[in-house]
Nanobody
């Protein structure tokens, strides 16, 4: 079992930056692929970024590539999402997700564990 708790959301102006963090419980964090998803009002949950076991492999949605960076610290059981050059369309609830596998996926149904989410609001 893995419990995930997100933090770091808030209100920021367009062009600004935020750093989200996800703290995970459990002793086998390094065996989980970790990802961030987001869901805007009235829209489906969408993939943002993922990182596999060691953190050497990272994957991004086209909409955030070059602006967001995912990273993990297996010693601290955390995965972060550094968001820069934020746009109003980045406004959403951001969720941390985990699945015990070495592979990555952009499909939300393939992730077994989810945090409760943290709100990010980007004003224009």
């Amino acid at each position: 079992q893995v419990q995930l708790v997100e933090s770091g959301g808030g209100l920021v102006q367009a062009g600004g930056s935020l750093r989200l963090s996800c703290a995970a419980s459990g002793r086998t964090f390094s065996r989980y692929t970790m990802a961030w998803f987001r869901q805007a009002p009235g829209k489906e949950r969408e993939f943002v970024a993922a990182t596999t076991w060691s953190g050497d492999s990272t994957y991004y949605a086209d909409s955030v590539k070059g602006r967001f960076t995912i990273s993990r610290d297996n010693g601290k059981n955390t995965v972060d999402l550094q968001m820069s050059s934020l746009k109003p369309e980045d406004t959403a609830v951001y969720y941390c997700a985990a699945v015990r596998t070495w592979r990555w996926s952009s499909t939300s149904s393939e992730y077994d564990y989810w945090g409760r989410g943290t709100q990010v609001t980007v004003s224009s």
